[in-house]
């Protein structure tokens, strides 16, 4: 092996490494729903390259808005799954998108885009 075919391959794995950490160790964002008057949960969610906030905080048993604004127009993040929920909806590039639902149980339920690239975490206490 040459110089070059080590750079290379040093180069591979640590390209490898950045995106491991990328996906799955990355510091998370994470928000608290705000309760409206009317008792529903919100927060705003930012869509761009990610979900900002990507960890979602809400109470059991209260209707929860998750107010979804794709501030981009990348094909990965048109589609909006949650999948315990049922959930699946078009995200309009540079819109807001509302999805309502009502947790029933605690637990950690993930939400994704279409590829599964995109990921964040609805924690529900």
Known sequence: MDTTEI??????????????????????????????????????????GGYSPDVIEVEKDKPVQLNFYRDEDNSCS???????????????????????????????FEFTCGMHMLRGQLVVK
């Not at 995106?19 to 008057?37: E, I, L, N, R, Y």
């Open 78 to 108: 048109e589609e909006l799954l949650l999948p315990d929920f049922q959930i699946r909806r078009e995200l309009a590039p540079f819109q807001t998108t509302a999805v309502e639902l009502l947790p029933r149980q605690a637990g950690t």
């Open 7 to 48: 750079i290379v391959l040093l180069g591979g794995v640590a390209s490898l490494g950045f995106v491991g950490w990328f996906f799955f160790m990355a510091p998370h964002q994470v928000a608290t729903a705000v309760s409206s008057s009317s008792g529903v949960q919100q927060v705003d969610i930012v869509v761009k």
